[in-house]
Nanobody
Framework: EVQLQASGGGLVQAGGSLRLSCAAS????????IAWFRQVPGKEREGVSC????????YYLDSVKGRFTISSDNAKNTVYLQMDSLKPDDTAVYYCAAEVGRGYNLVPCSFYSGRGLQALGYDFWGQGTLVTVSS
């Protein structure tokens, strides 16, 4: 059973930085992707970033490109989302999620550039962590 634990949210002023962490356990699959989604009450969940285990490719939502960086530490089974130059529009509950390849190759995260990252296919979710950016 895959379990994800998200942490690192908090209150920060506009222009500040936060680093979110997603600690994963039970990821025994060779091919998987870890993603960050965010959601504001009343709005649809939005795919922010993902990273593929097989080729290390990444995806970023256009509005966070150049400000957010996703990375992984395989030794710690943890994926990070470094968020710099935060804006009030980044305020949301952030969730990490895992998609696993069960006998088939997953689409690499880079595929979603220009297409948008969808939550469909992400079977495992961590609890949300709230990020609040004040103006």
């Amino acid at each position: 059973e895959v379990q994800l634990q998200a942490s690192g949210g908090g209150l920060v002023q506009a222009g500040g930085s936060l680093r979110l962490s997603c600690a994963a356990s039970g990821l025994t699959f060779d091919d998987y992707a870890i993603a960050w989604f965010r959601q504001v009450p009343g709005k649809e969940r939005e795919g922010v970033s993902c990273i593929s285990s097989r080729d290390g490719s990444r995806y970023y939502l256009d509005s966070v490109k150049g400000r957010f960086t996703i990375s992984s530490d395989n030794a710690k089974n943890t994926v990070y989302l470094q968020m710099d130059s935060l804006k009030p529009d980044d305020t949301a509950v952030y969730y990490c999620a895992a998609e696993v390849g069960r006998g088939y190759n997953l689409v690499p995260c880079s595929f979603y550039s220009g297409r948008g990252l969808q939550a469909l296919g992400y079977d495992f979710w961590g609890q949300g962590t709230l990020v609040t950016v004040s103006s």
